[in-house]
């Protein structure tokens, strides 16, 4: 049979009319309502942060004035200051994250030990409740402890990332523990024989190994940090410590006042740096969060 008889005959046992539209056609509805549903919000912000009227509601004919007006006037503004500050405190966190929670994950998932198991099981029961439920229990401890040693108290930007830190530990260590199960043990073995130690076997060999799932643990860091709003807005009071999250939120708490044309403007910045990062590690993002699914 020649190839094109056999190209004809495997398009036409397609579907067609009706069937057509119950098998393949309503997905391809959903699609196109979803894609909807995420662009048209994108381009009203970027419309009204190109707005000069500085108002929402000048905005409804999308882009009818364009103007860098809005941007211009950030920098005048404490906008950067709090930009800066978000981005320190979500780099330092997904850095933390990634050590801590990569040792914590090599030590369950390559020695045995008394309680393990428990451990495991407590790491995966303390994930299932949200950080946010312990803002007045963090609150309370950040201004023991601040009587103390003032800089772990309130208003600190090292307390800030302590407590992102301590409510990551968890989740984090659950996740990368499946991937790290997916290497080979006789790499240590190997390694051992040649005189590694286990922190020259944890940090020249099994890292790069796990470099996918270090990956998505520092992106998914960075991004629940550097717009958390809650916790941020519990222990941080002075204008120039604020983060971007809660910066942002000042300006359009007056509904009626608001300059929606800046804060417009200051949202389109602050996807920026989540955007870079998230093309910049694209091709690790599959693979580091289906890869320890197999192996716990």
Not at 201 to 213: A, D, N
Request: glycine fraction near 10%; include cysteine; hydrophobic fraction near 55%.
């Amino acid at each position: 049979m020649a190839r094109e008889d056999r190209y004809r005959i495997r398009h036409d046992a397609g579907p067609r009319g009706t069937r057509w539209w119950t098998e393949v056609g309503w997905r391809h509805v959903v699609g196109i309502v979803m894609v909807v549903i995420c662009v048209v919000p994108l381009l009203y912000v970027i419309s009204a942060s190109l707005n000069p009227s500085g108002t929402f509601t000048g905005s409804n004919r999308l882009f009818s004035e364009v103007g860098l007006n809005n941007y211009a006037e950030l920098f005048e503004s404490r906008y950067w200051r709090w930009f800066v500050n978000s981005f320190v405190i979500a780099v330092t966190t997904a850095i933390g994250t990634v050590l801590m929670g990569g040792a914590a994950a090599y030590a369950f998932s390559r020695f045995r030990f008394s309680g393990r198991r428990a451990a495991l099981t407590t790491l995966l029961l303390v994930q299932m409740f949200p950080q946010m439920l312990a803002v007045v229990a963090i609150f309370l401890v950040l201004l023991t402890i601040g009587d103390v040693i003032p800089v772990l108290g309130t208003n600190s930007t090292l307390a800030l990332i302590a407590v992102y830190l301590g409510g990551a530990l968890g989740v984090n260590t659950f996740l990368m523990y499946g991937f790290f199960n997916t290497v080979p043990r006789e790499i240590d073995e190997a390694a051992k024989i040649d005189g590694a130690g286990h922190a020259q076997i944890f940090w020249t060999i099994i890292l790069r190994l796990v470099s996918p799932i270090l990956a998505v643990v520092g992106l998914l860091s960075f991004i629940g940090t550097f717009g958390e709003f809650i916790i941020a807005k519990t222990v941080l009071q002075s204008p120039d410590r604020l983060t971007l999250a809660v910066g942002l939120y000042q300006w359009a708490s007056d509904e009626r006042n608001a300059p929606w044309g800046l804060f417009s403007a200051g949202a389109v910045l602050a996807a920026v740096p989540v955007v870079v990062l998230f093309l910049l590690l694209q091709k690790y993002i599959v693979g580091g969060l289906t890869a320890g699914s197999v192996k716990g």
